[in-house]
């Protein structure tokens, strides 16, 4: 397994403003992956963290919006751009260990205003 | 696109009760995995299924993985509070992962 941390835990933003969310790993993975969780609702992928290379991005979303940097192989952060109530979801980072076992953190709960 | 259809959306039980649980897909998948997701946490890894027939346990927890490669099952022997949550079934789909929607177990007082 892994032990995934993010931070922050939780915030509130005011709409317009940007936030960005931390995530480290205790070991090197080489795939890291940010998922968004909206209110009631399953895990969707934004998009895989690529060290040394650009973020590959799920359908639905882009890099102006969620710019995302993989500096190293422990380490990832990803950026909320331009805020609106629309993005108030949990934000999750995830690695893979193993055969396609994905490890999550505890998550980043964001909240617009 | 590829769906996990997850079954029930959400359970009411007892405590002490079993618990099934079930996912299934129009598409064959090669892994099936079971996770649980407590109020404000990320999501866990319960139970990783790689064979078609395979039968694996962790604690109270067993899940099938279905013969047809469609389907994956979940039971929950002798459910306590701390088994409320929601439980995702997942499966790797062209290089990533993809979730079902869940289902919600709730333990009556």
């Known amino acids: 397994s892994a032990v995934i941390s993010q931070k922050p835990s939780r915030d509130i933003c005011q709409r317009g403003t940007s936030l960005t969310i931390q995530c480290q790993v205790d070991?090197?993975?080489?795939?890291m992956f940010w998922y968004r969780q909206q209110p009631g609702q399953s895990l969707t992928l934004i998009a895989t963290?690529?060290?040394?290379?650009?973020?590959?991005?799920e359908s639905g979303f882009v890099i102006d919006k969620f710019p995302i940097s993989r500096p190293n192989l422990t380490f990832s952060t990803l950026t909320v751009s331009n805020m609106s109530p629309e993005d108030s979801s949990i934000y999750l980072c995830?690695?893979?260990?193993?055969?396609?076992?994905?490890?999550f953190g505890p998550g980043t709960r964001l909240t617009v205003l | 696109g590829q769906q996990l259809n997850q079954s029930p959306q959400s359970m009411f039980i007892q405590e002490g009760e079993d618990v099934s649980m079930n996912c299934t897909s129009s598409?064959?998948?090669?892994?099936w995995l079971w996770y649980k997701q407590d109020p404000g946490e990320g999501p866990v890894l319960l139970i990783a299924?790689?064979?078609?027939?395979e039968l694996t346990s962790n604690g109270r927890l067993t899940a099938q993985f279905g013969i047809t490669r469609k389907d994956s099952f979940l039971n929950i022997s002798a459910s306590i509070p701390s088994d409320v949550g929601i439980y995702f079934c997942a499966g790797p789909k062209d290089d990533k992962i993809i979730f079902g929607k869940g289902t919600r177990l709730h333990i009556l007082p």
């Open positions: 995830s690695v893979e260990k193993g055969m396609n076992e994905q490890f």
């Open positions: 598409s064959i998948f090669n892994t």
């Open positions: 070991s090197q993975v080489t795939m």
């Open positions: 963290a690529n060290q040394g290379s650009e973020a590959t991005y």
């Open positions: 299924l790689y064979k078609a027939g």
